[in-house]
């Protein structure tokens, strides 16, 4: 029997790791001076939320340029970070520096489920605005219109199983007709934890979980032959 949802995780289950991590990223940090210098308008309320977060009312345009890239490479996850983050990859996309790297077979699995009605949402640690970035200039086109809608750590972390809960509600779905899709069995263990069923990605073919079915492409799941 289908599920009356499905959740996917994005980074190392529709999308390579590689992309975040080789592309976007690098992209960011490469830009993010240079567009906080050429942008005043879109740079203000960045650099406020940055002497918020910082602590330093006082600091500077440089002084928070110096104090973004410092939290970049650490990798921080703050707020005026990802905003920031997000408006230089809607740049990038937008000139086409880049597309949003979907595997195919998580493109085909998307739109045959999407075909068979059940409602598709995505959950990942990046914001609901750079999903929406990644899914719209993906390298199979727009697929923001297969999905019912997007969540982010907003709702809260991908390993606590509240958050999971909260995504039901939302959705208006009981845990056990979803199915949530992701690379990481602690995700998968906070999901299952809360009455949610599970399917671990194991792309590499090295990843197991022996209290979860694992999954190497989205062929195997739900397949059409299934419908």
Request: with cysteine; net charge neutral.
């Given at each position: 029997m289908s599920p009356r949802a499905i959740v996917t995780d994005i980074e190392g289950t529709t999308s390579s790791i590689a992309f975040v991590a080789e592309v976007l990223f690098p992209y960011a940090r490469a830009g993010l001076a240079d567009f906080l210098r050429a942008n005043?308008?879109?740079?203000?309320?960045?650099?406020?939320?940055?002497?918020?977060?910082?602590?330093?009312?006082?600091?500077?345009?440089?002084?928070?340029?110096?104090?973004?890239?410092?939290?970049?490479?650490?990798?921080?996850?703050?707020?005026?970070?990802?905003?920031?983050?997000?408006?230089?990859?809607?740049?990038?996309?937008?000139?086409?520096?880049?597309?949003?790297?979907?595997?195919?077979?998580?493109?085909?699995?998307?739109?045959?489920?999407?075909?068979?009605?059940?409602?598709?949402?995505?959950?990942?640690?990046?914001?609901?605005?750079?999903?929406?970035?990644?899914?719209?200039?993906?390298?199979?086109?727009?697929?923001?219109?297969?999905?019912?809608?997007?969540?982010?750590?907003?709702?809260?972390?991908?390993?606590?199983?509240?958050?999971?809960?909260a995504i039901a509600r939302a959705i208006g779905v009981e845990p056990q007709a979803i199915l949530f899709l992701s690379d990481v069995v602690e995700e998968l263990d906070a999901a299952h934890k809360a009455g949610l069923s599970v399917i671990l990605l194991a792309r590499d073919g090295t990843a197991t979980a022996d209290r979860y079915p694992v999954a190497s492409s989205f062929d195997a799941i739900l397949p059409e032959e299934a419908a």
């Open positions: 005043p308008e879109a740079a203000a309320p960045v650099l406020a939320q940055v002497r918020v977060e910082a602590g330093a009312p006082d600091l500077d345009r440089e002084g928070c340029i110096a104090r973004l890239l410092a939290w970049h490479d650490a990798d921080r996850k703050i707020g005026p970070l990802k905003t920031l983050q997000g408006m230089i990859w809607a740049e990038g996309y937008a000139t086409g520096a880049f597309t949003g790297h979907v595997y195919p077979d998580a493109a085909a699995g998307l739109r045959r489920w999407h075909a068979r009605g059940i409602p598709l949402y995505v959950y990942s640690s990046g914001s609901v605005a750079a999903q929406k970035l990644l899914f719209g200039h993906s390298d199979a086109g727009d697929l923001t219109p297969l999905f019912a809608g997007y969540f982010d750590t907003a709702i809260g972390a991908k390993r606590e199983s509240g958050s999971y809960a």
